[in-house]
């Protein structure tokens, strides 16, 4: 597991890609699903987001040769003893399902110069700030906080999908420790809100003083790598994600009979034109 360095840059190592792999694939699940282009998309990423810490992601070598397997497996089991990921399910030697611990999902994420877990809390003590904000909307029982309001950006601006995306990338931390969920509407309209851990949490932090204000500061500069390795990392990520997700989107669930969480409504009524038409 040694990284190759070519012409003194470094490219990525074998554990560099187990890590990046399972982040791609975990990530995949949580990605907020905006429309879904099969009929059971919902209830495959509902079971899925249900089953992960317990679970994992599936776990394949991709090795086509019994040998390629067992050399796959052996990189496999290095970065489990590293610390770096936990194996979730395991069947006669063969390892079925796994999850990068705390400490790998920093290290992956820095990989592709993303934000981290403590880099992310900022955006968990935002929403706690935003539970009662006039642009929230309650629903399910629970505050709602749109993707618009917490990008600072709204829909049909040239510059929303980059924007977007990166609230994504920050919210993925939180997402898959189930401290935030996130719901969408059948016109593509993102919504993030606290779970009760992570309202705990947010609670605890403000508590102790530690909670900070919104937007929080960009991460930081990922020095520990150059830019073309960032870029290399990040294609290598993006390219096993969007496979991932296409994957799940078209997969059969577990229970047929299961629809998952309601979507939102495509026009969620916001707390300050309730306010407006009772005053």
């Given amino acids: 597991m040694n990284e190759v360095l070519i012409e003194n840059e470094r490219t990525l190592s074998k554990t560099d890609e187990v890590l990046l792999t399972i982040l791609a694939r975990t990530d995949a699940i949580f990605w907020p699903l905006r429309r879904p282009a099969y009929e059971h998309a919902n209830t495959v990423f509902y079971e899925a987001r249900r089953d992960f810490l317990t679970g994992g992601v599936p776990w394949a070598s991709g090795a086509v040769t019994e040998a390629g397997r067992k050399v796959a497996q052996r990189e496999l089991e290095g970065v489990v003893e590293s610390g770096l990921v936990k194996v979730c399910n395991a069947r006669g030697g063969r390892t079925l399902g796994v999850r990068l611990t705390d400490e790998g999902d920093d290290k992956a994420r820095r990989l592709i110069c993303t934000d981290t877990y403590n880099e992310s809390l900022p955006f968990l003590d935002g929403l706690f700030s935003f539970l009662d904000h006039e642009d929230g909307c309650d629903f399910g029982g629970r505050a709602w906080t749109s993707e618009t309001f917490l990008a600072g950006i709204d ?91 296409h994957s799940m989107e078209s997969a059969k669930p577990v229970q047929v009979n299961e629809i998952g969480p309601v979507p939102m409504p495509v026009s969620a009524p916001l707390r300050k034109f309730r306010q407006s038409k009772a005053t």
């Fill in 155 to 245: 829909y049909g601006d040239p510059n929303g999908r980059t924007y977007f995306g990166h609230l994504t990338l920050a919210m993925f931390p939180l997402l898959w420790r189930r401290l935030v969920d996130s719901n969408s509407s059948v016109g593509g309209h993102v919504w993030y809100s606290l779970t009760e851990s992570g309202l705990s949490l947010a609670r605890e932090r403000v508590k102790t003083g530690v909670a900070q204000p919104y937007p929080p500061p960009p991460p930081d500069d990922c020095d520990e790598y150059d830019d073309a390795f960032h870029a290399l990392a990040l294609d290598y990520y993006y390219d096993i994600r969007k496979e991932a997700i």
